[in-house]
């Protein structure tokens, strides 16, 4: 700093010192303020917005991020093979650099984005059709794949007297197949057997019905399964304390809510097939049988 109280920074080719401008001085307030990064030709979002223009014409993100500076802090902070998680995923452009550059990626995105930007823009990079970004930097030619899945809403809510039920967005197929999952059977419902909804095994099977099974429709069931089948019975109620050899016969939404984790600072993603507590001495149900 000199006498007159202004700040230096650095020196010049002539080795004079020069003075650190900021744009306000210069009277440009209309201008954004430039990095170090962008004197070193990572783009700008005119640069994205010219990239994004080539996957969805009509629809342009505001502020887009070049697939310059993403794969400057992809290759800063990863190695290839490492997993890239980008939860608010907007136009994908994390997904397509981490693709092209090598990385496995996980992309989440709430909005409509998903199928107007994501997916036609991860298609072209895939089939080698995208010729914009880093691809010539890095020669991708294509390549790989992806999965989609769409997030389904809240198995569970609460009634209005405070009480779980399953949520009635869920039709009798959409509940089998979350059950199914939830329990570690592959859901594979049957053409002819109305009670085999999936399977762990050959001969091990899943039933998941929102009806009351009475006792005689539970001896049915076992008739029906045999000695050399299992059958495991999720319902929403049953009557009489059920003990055949080849049924076993559990509750729903009792049966959810077990497999749930309460009471933790984090939580594991790993939510299938979570090790069941043993119900305590005496422990009753709700239509007063012992378990």
């Known amino acids: 700093m000199d006498k007159s109280g202004e700040i230096w920074w650095g020196k010049d080719k002539k080795g004079m010192p020069r003075r650190k401008m900021y744009l306000a001085d210069q009277g440009e307030l209309t201008k954004a303020p430039q990095t170090i990064w962008f004197f070193q030709?990572?783009?700008h979002t005119q640069d994205a917005k010219k990239e994004a223009l080539k996957f969805n014409s009509e629809d342009v993100f505001a502020t887009p991020k070049p697939e310059k500076l993403m794969a400057r802090i992809i290759k800063i902070a990863t190695n290839p093979g490492d997993l890239i998680l980008d939860s608010f995923a907007g136009s994908?452009?994390?997904g397509a650099v981490a693709h092209k550059m090598g990385r496995r990626w996980i992309m989440v995105e709430l909005g409509e984005h998903c199928h107007t930007h994501i997916i036609p823009r991860m298609q072209k990079v895939i089939d080698g059709e995208d010729?914009?970004?880093i691809t010539k930097a890095v020669n991708w030619k294509g390549g790989g794949?992806?999965?989609?899945?769409?997030?389904?809403?809240?198995?569970?809510e609460e009634d209005k007297w405070g009480n779980w039920v399953i949520n009635k967005q869920y039709n009798s197929a959409m509940l089998a197949e979350a059950?199914?999952?939830?329990?570690?059977?592959t859901y594979a419902p049957s053409d002819s057997v109305y009670w085999q909804h999936?399977?762990?095994t050959e001969r091990?099977?899943?039933?998941?019905?929102t009806q009351m099974l009475s006792f005689e429709q539970l001896q049915k069931l076992s008739d029906e399964v045999g000695p050399d089948r299992s059958l495991l019975v999720l319902c929403s109620a049953f009557r009489g304390n059920p003990d055949f050899p080849n049924i076993t016969v559990k509750k729903i939404p009792k049966q959810v809510l077990s497999r749930c984790e309460w009471g933790h600072d984090d939580y594991s993603l790993q939510v299938e097939n979570l090790t069941k507590a043993p119900p305590e001495p005496g422990q009753q149900d709700?239509?007063?049988q012992e378990e």
């Open 41 to 43: 030709d990572v783009g």
């Open 286 to 288: 709700m239509f007063g």
């Open 204 to 209: 091990d099977f899943i039933y998941v019905t």
């Open 92 to 94: 994908g452009t994390t």
């Open 179 to 185: 059950l199914c999952k939830l329990e570690g059977f």
């Open 198 to 200: 999936g399977h762990s």
């Open 145 to 156: 794949g992806f999965r989609y899945f769409k997030l389904a809403p809240s198995l569970l």
């Open 131 to 133: 010729e914009g970004g």
